[in-house]
């Protein structure tokens, strides 16, 4: 055993020990976020929760609060998803060694991690000022321009997932449906997507579970509304946009319904992100 | 055969039906092709958008707008200079306190960790990922904050800091030039730079860990025997072999981050402190272009308002660029392996 040889096995160790640790400090961290939401947050849980609204502060629960989202969430994917999924079958049945398609499908990765705030701006520019200014001041802030703003975040998860997707449907597929005859919007709209509808619909519910944990871009377009509001034409609550108020409240009582919104906002943002990747896992496409 | 009317007919169905087919073809063709180009026009709308809700800020500031540090509201006069190195330094704080980090669990879970262990760990790590950022910021604001303050932030004033408690300087900010600055600190609470910078740092860390774990795979397993059986250690191949040959897209996966943690709002805004002041201190509050925008926007009017979307806009170009060179770096490998 030469001095050598030693130095490198100590290094070796002494570099693989570092990246154990590595790995150990980030499960910490998940570990330690996870622990204080679950406990703060289950503490905190209680039926009132559920049954009453925020104008009543102290005493109230976060159930505008929890429909708004819903309502929100569910605008924004209802927006996104055809579009996305329109936009990433160009991509990858129409486009796929084009210039335009090869730029496209760059820029929308770039999407993918743009600033969400800034997304928010631009909703508010295109939809609630020119909203203002028609109906007199009436809609200002709106449910509606939440889900568009929320919309634009999911969309290039949805085209991304749908474009890769798409790719993985083997050629056999086209060559028989077009050796029959058929055109090329029915091999598109009724073969290709429906064979790879359940990774589709994974992308679809990972751009939810993305969006659904987003607070920045609804500040400026859904506002936030005191009362129970079904109407996406008002302002909206939302769960994420009350955390960020009731964490900034001095209360302590408001501390403890926002630990309590921020539990059930994690259950549910992990629980869907969990579904989609274990059905992601039986067909393997990264998503960075 | 002519006699029989089918015999007519049917060629002629085939033809209109081939003519209707084709005309479909094209207008589901234009369908696809115009919702693949709102994909474009989201982007150039967010950069249009804010630059034109920022005309009046640039319009009336022009070039000095980026290298002031004024921000009064009381004289409506504003200068970027503030947020623009409070996102900035935040982040490049959070990337070079995440990257080896994210770099030590690639490798683990890559090289070193035991199969069975590979996907749960992988997925845990991942799980981070999925967290939503307001729930990274009410734990920086409610538990790591006050953490911070009590436990982390008086051992690096006292050993690192220009402001002791005890007004004894340490050997170290005694004598290495300008730490003694960036750790001095006599603000009392733990909403700093360096705390947003640790919160970024986590949030961040799953991302560039999974863009790293994905490169490593894509190593060819010949070269990387071909040193284990020179009698490579593990680590040599790492380092030697497996860096090298995906440093473009190591790089290209370390700038994702970086553009995440420039455009992130909610977990900075709670533990950045919210102070529009510009000190040389890691340890005292700041602010980031996304978290002056988030505290400021609903009661702003007129000029404070359009400083605000053109700080947007500037927050818009940063990151651009930052996520244009990541992707055409992670472009290389692909190129490579020839996908």
């Known amino acids: 055993?030469?001095?050598?040889?030693?130095?490198?096995?100590?290094?070796?160790w002494l570099a693989l020990g570092l990246s154990m640790l590595a790995t150990l400090i980030g499960l910490g961290f998940l570990g330690w976020i996870l622990w204080d939401t679950l406990m703060r947050g289950i503490s905190a849980l209680n039926l009132r929760l559920f049954s009453t609204i925020t104008a009543y502060g102290n005493e109230g629960g976060l159930a505008n609060a929890m429909v708004g989202s819903l309502i929100i969430d569910l605008l924004g994917i209802a927006i996104a998803t055809p579009i996305g999924v329109l936009a990433g079958t160009w991509l990858a049945e129409y486009a796929h060694h084009t210039k335009l398609g090869e730029t496209i499908r760059f820029f929308n990765d770039i999407l993918l991690s743009a600033p969400s705030i800034v997304m928010g701006l631009f909703v508010y520019t295109i939809i609630v000022l020119p909203s203002t200014a028609l109906t007199h001041g009436n809609t200002t802030f709106s449910g509606f321009a939440g889900g568009v703003a929320l919309a634009l975040i999911a969309l290039p998860v949805i085209v991304r997932t749908t474009d890769e997707m798409l790719r993985l449907v083997p050629s056999t597929l086209r060559e028989a449906a077009l050796s029959l005859g058929v055109p090329q919007w029915k091999l598109t709209t009724q073969i290709?997507?429906?064979a790879a509808r359940s990774g589709i619909v994974t992308g679809v519910l990972l751009a939810l579970a993305r969006i659904s944990g987003e607070t920045a871009p609804l500040l400026f377009t859904a506002f936030g509304n005191n009362f129970m509001t079904l109407n996406p034409m008002?302002?909206?609550a939302s769960l994420p946009q009350i955390i960020y108020q009731y964490a900034n409240d001095p209360g302590d009582k408001m501390h403890a319904l926002a630990w309590a919104g921020a539990f059930v906002l994690t259950?549910?943002?992990?629980?869907l992100s969990l579904a989609s990747r274990l059905i992601l896992s039986r067909n393997k496409v990264s998503h960075d | 055969m002519s006699?029989?009317?089918?015999a007519i007919v049917a060629p002629l169905a085939a033809d209109q039906r081939s003519r209707r087919d084709a005309r479909h073809d094209r207008q589901f063709r234009w369908l696809l092709k115009i919702c693949a180009l709102l994909v474009l026009a989201s982007l150039v709308g967010a950069a249009g958008a804010t630059l034109w809700g920022g005309r009046s800020a640039f319009a009336s500031f022009g070039w000095h707008f980026l290298v002031s540090s004024t921000w009064d509201p009381g004289n409506d006069v504003y200068g970027a200079l503030v947020p623009v190195y409070g996102t900035i330094v935040t982040s490049f704080l959070a990337v070079m306190l995440a990257v080896p980090i994210s770099f030590g669990i690639a490798l683990y879970l890559s090289e070193v960790a035991p199969r069975w262990l590979r996907t749960p760990v992988s997925s845990a790590?991942?799980?981070?990922?999925?967290?939503?950022s307001i729930i990274y910021g009410m734990w920086g604001l409610f538990i790591f904050a006050p953490f911070f303050s009590a436990h982390i932030k008086p051992w690096l004033t006292n050993y690192l800091g220009d402001s002791p408690d005890d007004g004894k300087l340490s050997w170290v900010a005694q004598h290495v030039p300008f730490i003694g600055k960036l750790f001095g600190s006599s603000y009392p609470f733990g909403a700093s730079i360096l705390t947003a910078g640790i919160v970024l740092a986590i949030m961040i860390t799953p991302f560039i860990s999974s863009?790293?774990?994905?490169v490593f795979q894509t190593v060819p397993t010949r070269l990387k025997e071909s040193a284990y059986a020179l009698g490579s250690s593990t680590w040599e191949v790492s380092w030697d072999i497996v860096v090298p040959y995906t440093r473009s897209a190591v790089i290209g996966g370390i700038l994702l981050g970086l553009g995440r943690a420039l455009g992130e709002t909610m977990a900075v805004t709670f533990v950045l402190g919210n102070a529009m002041q510009l000190s040389p201190s890691l340890l005292d509050p700041g602010s980031s272009i996304a978290s002056t925008i988030a505290n400021q926007f609903s009661e702003a009017v007129g000029l404070q308002k359009s400083t605000l979307m053109a700080l947007a806009f500037l927050l818009f170009v940063i990151t651009f660029i930052v996520l244009l060179i990541a992707r055409l770096m992670l472009r290389q490998l692909a190129r490579k392996e020839g996908t």
């Open chain 2, 3 to 6: 006699s029989q009317p089918g």
């Open chain 2, 125 to 132: 790590i991942e799980l981070l990922a999925g967290i939503p």
């Open chain 1, 267 to 271: 259950m549910f943002v992990l629980l």
């Open chain 1, 192 to 194: 290709l997507i429906r």
């Open chain 1, 234 to 236: 008002e302002k909206m």
């Open chain 2, 211 to 214: 863009v790293m774990r994905e």
């Open chain 1, 1 to 12: 055993m030469g001095a050598l040889y030693l130095r490198r096995r100590i290094t070796n």
